[in-house]
T-cell receptor, first 110, second 115 residues
Framework: GQNIDQPTEMTATEGAIVQINCTYQTSGFNGLFWYQQHAGEAPTFLSYNVLDGLEEKGRFSSFLSRSKGYSYLLLKELQMKDSASYLCAVGPDSWGKLQFGAGTQVVVTP | DAGVTQSPTHLIKTRGQQVTLRCSPISGHKSVSWYQQVLGQGPQFIFQYYEKEERGRGNFPDRFSARQFPNYSSELNVNALLLGDSALYLC??????????????FGSGTQLSVL
C-alpha cells in the first residue's frame, strides 16, 4: 500500500516563500505529482517528478528524493491568489491509481 | 484544445436515488479515471478505464459502476444513494493511465449533494 503525509496547513505573507513537504511510502513508484486546488474547484496540475532533483517552473519548484521518499513544493513570491490547497500524489500504479495526500491548505496574508 | 469536460456541474439527489455522471477526456487520451473527494480530504480512487476496459477499482461498494465508450468518454453510475455519497466527483484523463511520465489532468468536477 501507500501512505502519503503532508502538513495540514501553512500560513505565509504575501511576497514570501513557502515550502510544503510531502513524505511517502510506496511499494512501487511511477512519479510524484503536485496539484493546486482552490475551494470548490478541481485540482490543477502543477508539477511532476519522476527522477531525483529539482524541477523549476516559474514561481513554483518541486523537488524529489526517491531514496528518502520525500518531495517538496516551493512557492516563491507568494501572491494572494496562491491561497489554496496543495495536493501531493504518487502514481499512477499498474491499476491506474493515483494515491493522494490529504492536502496542505496554504493561507497567504497581506 | 478542450480540456477534460464533466457534466453536470452540480446535482442534488435524495437518498435511494440513482445518478449518472459524465466525462469526456482530452482529445487523444484513452484513459479515464474517476475520483471521489470529500470535503477536507484528498481525492480517492474509484475506477480507471483504458480502451473501454476496467483496469482498476478502488475500495468502493458495488453501488458504484462505470463504463467507457468507443469515443473514450465515460459514465459513472451510483445506485441507492446514501448521504455519505455527497462529494465532488472528479474525472481525470491521461494517455495510457499507468506507468512513468503518465500525467493525469482533471475536469472541473461534479458536486453531488444527497439529501
Amino acid at each position: 500500500g501507500q501512505n502519503i503525509d503532508q502538513p495540514t496547513e501553512m500560513t505565509a505573507t504575501e511576497g514570501a516563500i513557502v515550502q510544503i513537504n510531502c513524505t511517502y511510502q510506496t511499494s512501487g513508484f511511477n512519479g510524484l505529482f503536485w496539484y493546486q486546488q482552490h475551494a470548490g474547484e478541481a485540482p490543477t496540475f502543477l508539477s511532476y517528478n519522476v527522477l531525483d532533483g529539482l524541477e523549476e517552473k516559474g514561481r513554483f519548484s518541486s523537488f524529489l528524493s526517491r531514496s528518502k521518499g520525500y518531495s517538496y513544493l516551493l512557492l516563491k513570491e507568494l501572491q494572494m491568489k496562491d491561497s489554496a490547497s496543495y495536493l501531493c500524489a504518487v502514481g499512477p500504479d499498474s491499476w491506474g491509481k493515483l494515491q493522494f495526500g490529504a492536502g496542505t491548505q496554504v493561507v497567504v496574508t497581506p | 484544445d478542450a480540456g477534460v469536460t464533466q457534466s453536470p456541474t452540480h446535482l442534488i439527489k435524495t437518498r435511494g436515488q440513482q445518478v449518472t455522471l459524465r466525462c469526456s477526456p482530452i482529445s487523444g487520451h484513452k484513459s479515464v479515471s474517476w475520483y471521489q473527494q470529500v470535503l477536507g480530504q484528498g481525492p480517492q480512487f474509484i475506477f480507471q478505464y483504458y480502451e473501454k476496459e476496467e483496469r482498476g477499482r478502488g475500495n468502493f461498494p458495488d453501488r458504484f459502476s462505470a463504463r467507457q465508450f468507443p469515443n473514450y468518454s465515460s459514465e459513472l453510475n451510483v445506485n441507492a444513494l446514501l448521504l455519505g455519497d455527497s462529494a465532488l466527483y472528479l474525472c481525470a484523463s491521461s494517455l495510457k493511465g499507468s506507468g512513468t511520465n503518465e500525467k493525469l489532468f482533471f475536469g472541473s468536477g461534479t458536486q453531488l449533494s444527497v439529501l
